[in-house]
């Protein structure tokens, strides 16, 4: 089982449509990071949340940070085409040395 | 300044050999992870060095080997290579050892045919 838990598997919307993906998890984290992939690329930070509750807004992506820091979320507005790609949530658990990574959401954006 | 760097970017081996990929972390980082991402899958932890020392490991057989160098650049050995071992092999790095912010290299794609 994945420590992190991400929600939808797969997502496919039409351009111009709002969208919110999941991640969660049963353990608290120090932090927890967003990345976006591309097919052949290695993942590209986003944003990195660090306080329970913290809302961060990168232009018409806004991240959330759980109270508890078990789960975060990321909340799409009028999604465009170059949106597509993985998005990857990743945590460092508290009093752990390694990022792990959830599974992610595969988000297309269709024209 | 370069950012993390790995090489080969493509290699293809055959069932039973051995294997070698190299990572230069991010210049002022000395941390170096590494992560192993099937396709179609998030990337999964393999291990972390620090002060070249594997630091962290996660559930992987002892076929995967590494090395972190006094430079902090690092290598990841995998010997008897399986056909499950296709994958992309992503190297990261940070500037301490429970960094907030981690940085990927372009990944290695290794083909085991």
């Known amino acids: 089982t994945q420590l992190l838990e991400q929600s939808p598997q797969f997502l496919s919307i039409q351009e111009g449509e709002n969208l919110t993906v999941y991640c969660n998890s049963s353990s608290v984290f120090s932090s927890l990071q967003w990345y976006r992939q591309e097919p052949g690329e290695g993942p590209v930070l986003l944003v990195t949340?660090?306080?329970?509750?913290e809302v961060k807004k990168l232009k018409r992506l806004t991240f959330q940070f759980g109270d508890a820091r078990k789960d975060s979320s990321l909340h799409i507005t009028a999604a465009q085409p170059g949106d597509t790609g993985l998005y990857l949530c990743?945590?460092?658990?508290?009093?752990?040395?390694?990022?792990?990574f959830g599974a992610g959401t595969r988000l297309t954006v269709k024209p | 300044d370069a950012g993390v760097t790995q090489s080969p970017t493509h290699l293809i081996k055959t069932r039973g050999q051995q294997v070698t990929l190299r990572c230069s972390p991010k210049?002022?980082?000395?941390?170096v992870s590494w992560y192993q991402q099937a396709l179609g899958q998030g990337p999964q932890f393999i291990f972390q060095?620090?002060?070249?020392?594997?630091?962290q490991r996660g559930n992987f057989p002892d076929r995967f080997s590494g090395h972190q160098f006094p430079n902090y650049s690092s290598e990841l050995n995998v010997n008897a290579l399986l056909l499950g071992d296709s994958a992309l092999y992503l190297c990261a790095s940070s500037p301490q050892r429970v960094g907030n912010t981690i940085y990927f290299g372009e990944g290695s794609w290794l083909t085991v045919v």
């Open positions: 210049s002022g980082h000395d941390t």
């Open positions: 060095y620090y002060e070249e020392e594997e630091r």
């Open positions: 990743a945590g460092d658990v508290v009093n752990n040395n390694d990022m792990r």
């Open positions: 949340v660090v306080t329970g509750g």
